[in-house]
């Protein structure tokens, strides 16, 4: 009877764990607007103060007519693209709330690489012809944010 009782108290410990787990990240996912970046809208990139220049800057850029945030900083594919997102906002969301974020926020070397593939995706005949030409002359790979870095939005 007492080890039957031990089992059952041990469940019940781990089932209210559990229980505060999913009801604490349910409730954080809400404050925090969570929902809201799983749409293609970019006003829900600035839903943290960090991203609030970079919001302005788009709006103000020659990419704002044709693409948004996801065009650029995830992959074109489903998984990829959302993958993108809740890796980059659990990290986000991990450092904003602990600290030791960089400000002005940075991207990393996969979320570069991810735009460099956006850049050359969507201007794919023009950027052919350029890596080409560029690298016969620099002998090294090509960056298109490296030499606009300001394009998408203004920094």
């Known amino acids: 009877f007492y080890v039957m009782r031990m089992q059952t108290l041990k469940l019940v410990i781990v089932g209210v764990a ?3 787990a999913i009801g604490i990240g349910v ?3 809400v404050y925090a607007k969570g929902y809201s970046y799983l749409s293609n809208n970019p006003a829900s990139c600035a ?7 970079q919001y302005d800057g788009w709006q103000k850029s020659s990419h704002k007519a044709v693409a948004t945030c996801n065009d650029c900083h995830t992959p074109h594919d489903f998984i990829g693209k959302y993958y993108t997102k809740a890796s980059n906002g659990f990290w986000h969301s991990y450092y904003f709330t602990l600290g030791g974020f960089h400000e002005p926020i940075q991207m990393n070397e996969r979320n570069t690489k991810i735009t460099e593939q956006s ?3 969507c201007h794919q005949t023009m950027v052919e012809s350029i890596t080409v030409s560029h ?12 030499c606009h870095r300001s394009v998408g939005h203004q920094h």
């Open 119 to 121: 850049c050359r995706y």
């Open 27 to 29: 409730y954080t996912f």
């Open 47 to 53: 839903n943290c103060h960090i991203m609030n220049e």
């Open 18 to 20: 559990f229980g505060l």
């Open 135 to 146: 690298k016969e002359m620099l002998d090294e790979e090509v960056s298109c944010i490296r």
